[in-house]
């Protein structure tokens, strides 16, 4: 069983696309050049939505359950705030494309989109870049 919202991450590598809500043909990892700016735009705001404790702790938490997902009802304890606080955390992983969403009667579960967790990780993949030659002490 998957313990960690890292070791989900771990286990869905190498998937070429960027986060968008359609797919895009492969583009070069950052690191290895080549970025557009609207390339580099499209990434920031998901590393944004990925830049606060709580929103890591949820995508957690719904990575761990069942099935990978959660109802909104579910997730306000483990985090620890309340429902309106826990409903904008989710909007925002969810307009950065981190999440899906079904209405299911009075309540939403989300799941992770993983395709755009495996794009960030693409992303950043040091895959293919040389690594820096070291200057000789004298």
Same mark, same amino acid.
């Given at each position: 069983?998957?313990?960690?919202f &890292?070791? =989900?991450i771990a286990a869905h590598i190498e998937i070429c696309q960027y986060v968008v809500m359609t797919p895009t043909p492969c583009r070069p990892p950052v690191l290895q050049g080549g970025l557009r700016k609207s390339?580099?735009? +499209? /990434?920031?705001?998901? &590393?944004?939505a990925l830049a606060?404790?709580?929103? /890591?702790?949820l995508l957690s938490f719904i990575a761990t359950q069942?099935?990978? +997902?959660?109802?909104?009802?579910? /997730?306000? +304890?483990p985090v620890g705030l309340s429902q309106?606080? =826990?409903s904008h955390h989710l909007k925002l992983l969810h307009a950065a494309g981190l999440l899906e969403r079904d209405?299911?009667?009075a309540w939403v579960w989300y799941r992770i989109r993983r395709d755009r967790l495996d794009a960030l990780r693409a992303a950043l993949s040091t895959a293919g870049v040389p690594a820096p030659r070291r200057a000789k002490r004298a």
């Open positions: 069983m998957i313990s960690t &890292f070791d =989900v390339d580099a735009e +499209e /990434l920031a705001a998901a &590393f944004k606060d404790p709580a929103r /890591l702790q069942p099935d990978a +997902e959660a109802c909104v009802c579910h /997730l306000i +304890e309106p606080t =826990v209405k299911r009667g």
